[in-house]
């Protein structure tokens, strides 16, 4: 069993930066994929980024967010730039054991337990 605990969403305005983390324990971390997804009000679930060997991205992120590991920290991180109103979320991280950078929610098998992040127009 995985845990996950994300911690560095807040508010913040239209162009702003954030950088999320998500420090994980009970499980040799450098041999999984990782990755972020969000959730909006009334929205679903939806895939930001992944990393595993490489980096994959929605396009509704792509040049504005960057994905990161530091496997001596057991971290993950999201450096989220040039942040717009429609990026506001509760961002979760995610790992799992399928091969690659699987875009599915249901794919990923451990979860945090949210960070909100809110940007102002």
């Known amino acids: 069993q995985v845990q996950l605990v994300e911690s560095g969403g807040g508010l913040v305005q239209a162009g702003d930066s954030l950088r999320l983390s998500c420090v994980a324990s009970?499980?040799?971390?450098?041999?999984?994929?990782m990755g972020w997804f969000r959730q909006a009000p009334g929205k679903e679930r939806e895939f930001v980024a992944g990393?595993?060997?490489?980096?994959a991205y929605a396009d509704s992120v792509k040049g504005r967010f960057t994905i990161s590991r530091d496997n001596a920290k057991n971290t993950v991180y999201l450096q989220m730039n040039s942040l717009k109103p429609e990026d506001t979320a509760v961002y979760y991280c995610?790992?799992?054991?399928?091969?690659?950078?699987?875009?599915?929610?249901?794919?990923?098998?451990?979860w945090g337990q949210g960070t909100q992040v809110t940007v102002s127009s």
């Open positions: 995610a790992v799992t054991l399928w091969p690659g950078i699987p875009r599915g929610v249901s794919s990923y098998d451990n």
């Open positions: 009970g499980r040799t971390f450098s041999n999984y994929a």
């Open positions: 990393i595993k060997w490489s980096t």
